[in-house]
């Protein structure tokens, strides 16, 4: 049984249908990528999730029981629009916003002076948020999302605002969340992080689901039909032809070769056809990244860039 489980959600606005019939599971304990271009319905769908807007038709089950307000407080919301006060210190607003969440006062304090501590924001406890960068204010954000501990956490574009160094140390959490138990959906246009964080994925285009499934099953099934193999020592002109590669490069102590494969063949199989007088040092099958794979699945227009 999965752990969240969206059945047959429709959803109509006055012009437009924002989500038609849409299904997805996700799994305990996985990383769920949540994708699509601008306007697809992502948004519309989290907002019914949270219990924000209610869906026209369908259902959502927690645990395999339809969704209900009590089911909120195990759940993590940071949504791409944020929300902190600006003339409030910050120190202070985490700990209000904690307690929102159902901790104690004390308990809130503790809470966030560790996770402070941990992600290097201490010293700015007594400034206003309006003094943090964008960066240092998705920090905070971030800490007061997960600061309950909820079961379900779902993030909107999380690394919007961050430097490279803070998204590599957001990833490291989300992972490090993934690892505790913790089930988590993010909704992102990065798909590199798609790449690095998602188990599974499903794409959303115009209202649909268009594609769905396990993160890497998705890249094989998207083969190029390619290897790439590179290797030590030189190929003769002859072996050469027998090879026919797609794309060849030679240095002078070694080179590159791009060979084309069946969609059943063996990597193996290849590898033994090669003269014995080179050494192979890497070849690996070809998968297309999710960036081209969503690309190439999606109708995107000129306004969906914007």
Request: with cysteine; proline share 5%.
């Amino acid at each position: 049984m999965p752990y969240l489980e969206v059945k047959d959600v429709s959803k109509h606005y006055a012009t437009h249908t924002a989500l038609d019939q849409v299904s997805l599971q996700v799994e305990e304990g996985q990383i769920f990528g949540l994708l699509g271009p601008n306007g697809a319905g992502k948004s519309s769908l989290i907002r019914i999730i949270n219990r924000i807007t209610a869906p026209d038709s369908g259902e959502v089950l927690l645990e395999g029981k339809p969704i209900q307000e009590s089911d909120l407080r195990h759940i993590g919301y940071l949504p791409e629009e944020r929300g902190l006060y600006p003339k409030m210190k910050v120190g202070e607003q985490a700990i209000y916003l904690s307690r929102l969440k159902g901790l104690t006062k004390q308990e809130a304090e503790k809470r966030v002076r560790k996770w402070f501590e941990h992600l290097d924001i201490l010293p700015w406890w007594g400034k206003k948020v309006e003094e943090l960068s964008k960066g240092m204010q998705q920090k905070v954000q971030f800490i007061c999302t997960v600061i309950h501990e909820p079961k379900l956490l779902i993030f909107d574009e999380p690394f919007s605002g961050f430097d490279p160094v803070n998204a590599e140390t957001l990833k490291q959490e989300i992972l490090r969340l993934r690892d505790s138990g913790t089930t988590l959906i993010l909704s992102t246009h990065n798909m590199q992080s798609v790449e690095e964080l998602c188990d599974s994925i499903t794409l959303i285009d115009r209202s649909h689901v268009v594609l769905s499934g396990r993160t890497e099953e998705i890249r094989r099934a998207h083969s190029k039909g390619t290897a790439r193999i590179t290797y030590d020592g030189t190929l003769t002109p002859e072996e050469l032809m027998r090879l026919a590669p797609i794309e060849h490069e030679q240095t002078q102590r070694g080179g590159m070769l791009r060979l084309s494969l069946s969609e059943d063949e063996d990597l193996r199989h290849t590898l033994a056809q090669l003269p014995t007088g080179i050494k192979v040092q890497h070849a690996e099958r070809e998968y297309p990244s999710m960036h081209e794979i969503f690309l190439q699945t999606v109708q995107v227009t000129p306004q969906e860039h914007e």
